[in-house]
């Protein structure tokens, strides 16, 4: 299992930035996708943006050129950049791992929710109009 920590969210004026983070602990693979999806109040979870262990890395085309996603292996911490914020990006972030499958992230498609066991508490991004 691996225990995961958002941080960095906050409330912003549209237009932007923000940084995230996702600190991760315990028992973690070095075949591990991790992703980044967001929920709003009143709709579904969806992702944002991955990234496998191979470093391939997809976006949903709603953040595609405004969001990226990085990792830094030697902390275990993974980011999302989120430039020229806009307030539809408004919701709760999270993280997620997914335990060593090997799950490999083609570019134009976002693995859905149910690949991953392992998720963090979120941190809530507010963007202002």
């Known amino acids: 299992q691996v225990q995961l920590v958002e941080s960095g969210g906050g409330s912003v004026q549209a237009g932007g930035s923000l940084r995230l983070s996702c600190a991760a602990s315990?028992?973690?693979?070095?075949?591990?996708?991790m992703e980044w999806f967001r929920q709003a109040p009143g709709k579904p979870r969806e992702g944002v943006a991955a990234i496998d262990s191979d470093g391939s890395i997809s976006y949903s085309d709603s953040v595609k050129g405004r969001f990226t996603i990085s990792k830094d292996n030697a902390n275990n911490t993974l980011y999302l950049q989120m430039n020229r914020l806009k307030p539809e990006d408004t919701a709760m972030y999270y993280c997620a791992a997914d335990r060593g499958l090997g799950l490999t992230v083609v570019p134009g498609t976002l693995p859905g929710s149910g690949f991953f066991a392992d998720w963090g508490q979120g941190t809530q991004v507010t963007v202002s109009s």
């Open positions: 315990g028992y973690i693979s070095n075949r591990m996708c």
